[in-house]
Every structure is written in C-alpha cells, then in structure tokens.
C-alpha cells in the first residue's frame, strides 16, 4: 500500500485563497492523501466553503486563533499518516508535489525533513525558497530567494530546514523530537523545529522535483512579522545553539544583534522598526523560559557540535 501523506493546512481568513490551494490538492497523483485544514476561527466564511465545497477535507474549527504553530501542531497531532507536511493555503502545488515528496522520503531512510521548491505565485520562474540556511552569526534565511530559477537549484541535497510553507515530516520523528514550540506563535518555528531535526541526527532534504507556487507574504507580514522575527530569533539561538557553538560563534551572534537593534533604532519611524525592537526586548524577557527549554533540546543532541557546525554558513546563500 502506498505511504499516506497527511497535508496540513493553517487557515486564517484565508477564504479567498482556499479554492485554488484546495483544487490543485485534489488533482494529485499520489494515491493517499489526507487532507486536513485547521481553522483559527476564521470570519470570512471559510468554514461554510470547505463543508460545501470541499467534503473530502477533514475541518477542525478553533474556538480561538491559536497562531500557525498552534493550528499546525493541533493538525498533525490529528493526522494519521506516516509523513505530515505543513502546507501554507496561499499556495498551488504541482501535481506531482506530493508523490515527489513520498519518493524523497522513500530512498533517502536517514530523512526526517523534505525541503520543497517554492517558486513566487505571481512570478513563476523566480524563487521563493530552496529550503533555509542558517548562519554562524545566527542569521536563518531562505535559499535563493528572489533569484529567477535558472537550474541553479535543480540538484537534490541536504539543506538546514524546511520553510513551513511546505515542509515534510516523519511521524516517527516527530514522535522523537515533538512538534512546533507553541510559544513561537508565528514566525522562526520551522528553523526552531529544523534545529531538532539535526541536533537529533536525522537529516532535511531539499528535493527540487517537489514544487510549490506561493503567495509571499499574502496572510501574513508587516508589523506582525517584524514582532516575531525579532523576538523569535533570539529564542531559536537560546534554545538551540550548543553550547561549544556559543563559545566559537557567540561574539558575532552577539554582535549581529546589537547591529540589527541600532538599524530598529535608526528607523524608529518606521511601525516595523519599533515592532521590531519590541520583539527582540520580549525575546531578552523571555530568556529564562528558553534556558528551561533549552536543557529537553540539547538532551535530543546525538550528534557533534563539528557536524551541526558543518550545516552552518557564513555568507548567508546557503
């Protein structure tokens, strides 16, 4: 029997973008599928479209929004398949999206993570994301994004996570390693979960066969996200850095902080900057809830401080 993909889909308000996300799930050629969409008490309508349209969809309705991570993790602990995948509902994956996925995870036993290519809705031959890096001066990012797809990423190969947007995950890993931290709310919660999967020993796969178009930013940004980069960064480091990683790479972690407040501070005009401020001094505040979290973390650690220091970069592409 073929491996049941369990597709979990956060939704927001997200009524306008549900049609298309939904249409292109239903014309998969992997066999078994389960669709589930977990709705953070929606006002838009949203639940009354998915019964009507979308009977085949499994809803669990929200009294409250509970953010992506909260939506996500109440998704997969509801999910029955083998692999869950965490799929944004402002985007259109390509028929063989989830077959390709299946297929990674089939020939590749030490993967616990599979990266999709995320291309730009509206621009379909530049990127997204190719999967995320992770810097030595504590920087996460996307691979090759806004670049234009010319083959540069046509080579399947180990990359640090997977964007939420749409990533893959074995159950038995996550039953390993558990889900999203709650207390990221939105933002930083893949790397966070990324950060997991390696420290674990298992491995993220970026498989370019595996496509997804993507509204960037259209249910979330702004204000919002500036708030939860900026605060959540700072949990990711705390939570997840070994401890000789601190020692060799804290000054410039430490440093690229102290650059990226002075930048909020210079535009303190700008609503973004001072959320961004907001968030890094709610991160600082937050500390002591990260170093307790900090010890279950680092207890997964099967791996050396040389093999996590080795998925790291210092350029930021990746």
Known sequence: MPVTLSIVIPNWNGARFLPVCLEALRQQTHPALEVLIVDNASSDGS???????????????????????????TGMRAATGGIVALLNNDTEVDPGWAAAVVDAFARHPEV??????????????????????????GRAGNRGVWQKDEGQFDREEYVFSAC??????????????????????????????????NLSGWRCLYTPAAIVYHHLSATGGGVTASYYDGRNLIFILVKNLPGALWRKYGGQILRAQARQAW??????????????????????????RMLRKRRSVQALCRVSAAEIDALLTSDGVG
């Open 47 to 73: 639940q009354d479209l998915i019964q009507r349209e979308y009977p085949w969809v499994k809803l669990i309705e929200l009294p409250t929004n509970t953010g992506f991570t909260g939506a996500c993790n």
């Open 112 to 137: 616990g993570s599979v990266a999709s290519k995320m291309l730009l809705f509206e621009k379909r031959d530049h990127i997204h994301t190719t999967g995320d890096f992770f810097t030595t001066d």
């Open 164 to 197: 939420g947007g749409s990533s893959a995950y074995r159950r038995v890993m996550l039953d390993q390693i558990g889900l999203l931290d709650d207390d990221f709310f939105f933002s930083g919660e893949d790397v966070d979960l990324g950060w997991r999967v």
């Open 263 to 288: 930048a909020a501070i210079r535009a303190w005009r700008g609503q973004a900057a001072r959320a961004k401020l907001r968030g890094m001094i709610a991160g600082i505040i937050g500390l002591p």
